[in-house]
């Protein structure tokens, strides 16, 4: 029962992220470390990709295929992170130990991602 509430939560959890790359375009460009080009386009691609790969987590078929993009996707943006945390520092923001909070979770997010690298994990 644990197990379904979390893949559930884990497909609400990523289609809100990758909703609110369309919804606050301005927060995600922020993160993004300067030697990506294209910002824009890069924020329409990761949205477009959290969404596509959240409903994918759906269908039994596809749910591991998913699970693993999701830990692709994770390992892909974890350079925004460590950017956000250099921002934060360098800008001499209160709010940088928050951003340094931010980088543990994402073992967190791949460990959650990976509960359903496994067929029929839920």
């Known amino acids: 029962m644990v197990r379904k509430i979390l893949f559930y939560l884990m497909v609400v959890f ?3 992220a990758g909703s609110a790359h369309f919804i ?3 927060f995600y460009y922020g993160m993004m470390p300067p030697y990506i080009p294209y910002h824009y386009e890069v924020n329409i691609l990761a949205g477009v990709t959290e969404i596509l790969l959240a409903l994918a987590l759906l269908p039994s078929s ?3 295929s998913a699970a693993w993009g999701i830990i692709i996707l994770l390992i892909a943006v974890f350079p925004a992170n ?3 945390s250099l921002n934060a ?3 001499k923001d209160p709010k940088f ?3 340094l909070i931010r980088l543990p979770f994402q073992i967190l997010f791949l ?3 990976w509960m359903f690298t496994k067929k029929d994990s839920v």
Do not use: F, G, K, N
């Open 111 to 113: 460990s959650w991602a």
């Open 97 to 99: 130990l928050l951003t």
């Open 14 to 16: 990523y289609l809100l």
């Open 24 to 26: 606050i375009p301005e």
């Open 82 to 84: 460590i950017q956000m």
């Open 62 to 64: 596809t749910r591991v």
């Open 89 to 91: 520092y360098e800008s």
